[in-house]
């Protein structure tokens, strides 16, 4: 594989709470206490994408300078939540996996439905490095999930000059939207039943591999060659 992109939440991290709760703050802070989110899936959505159903829910016009003003505040938001966090968040085998694959110079990168400044914030909260991560397709890059491994492969050929395609590229995620994203485009499709999904549901789901979590470094190493 020439390329391996990692989602974030519930599959290098514990899952979204945070980023949930924090959504709903800034919702509340900006259109009012009845602002809720209850009811929403928001399991490998973009973060426009959910703003936009948030709106609707909400009965707010999902208009630009809306989303923009929720979108800068809740990343304010996020920092400060972030910060707060006291215990080690990372899921297991995670930073194994990651030291081991920047050894091997194995490049890598995020697929992440996150903000693109939401994102690094978790990365660092993590005590995990950005740099880390050289190719990175981020949830306000795409109007959809499924644009997202062609973002990244954009940047791939653009930083390296070579060439690339979905059949060099592995995706690695917790949900059905990771893999549907993986296999519409060619990927392959890397599942971790480390979020709210089992592993037979990711199996039906479509993925080429599933893991019930990345403890065990050998199922994924053993793709890469």
Known sequence: MKL????????????????VQTMEETGRALFGESFAVQGLDFSGKIDPQIYGELAELN????????????????????????????ED?????VRVILEELLVRQQMMGLLTGNYS????????????????????????????????????????????GREISGKDVMIVGDTPRD????????????????????????????ADTVVSDLSDPEPLFSLLG
């Open 117 to 160: 400044r939401a994102a690094p914030l978790k990365i660092a909260a993590a005590s995990m490095d950005m740099n880390w991560f050289k190719i990175n397709a981020f949830g306000d890059e795409g109007r959809s999930r499924n644009e997202l491994p062609l973002v990244a492969m954009r940047k791939y050929e653009t930083v390296t």
């Open 89 to 93: 968040f990372v899921l297991p085998g």
């Open 179 to 206: 893999i549907e994203c993986a296999k519409v485009n060619g990927c392959y499709a890397f599942a971790v039943a480390t979020g709210r999904w089992s592993y037979e549901e990711l199996k039906s789901a479509g």
């Open 4 to 19: 391996v992109l990692f989602d974030i939440d519930g599959t290098l991290l514990k899952g979204g709470g945070v980023g």
């Open 59 to 86: 009965k707010h016009l999902a208009i630009t300078e809306h989303h923009d003003r929720f979108r800068d505040d809740y990343i304010d938001r996020l920092a400060l939540a972030l910060s707060q966090i006291a």
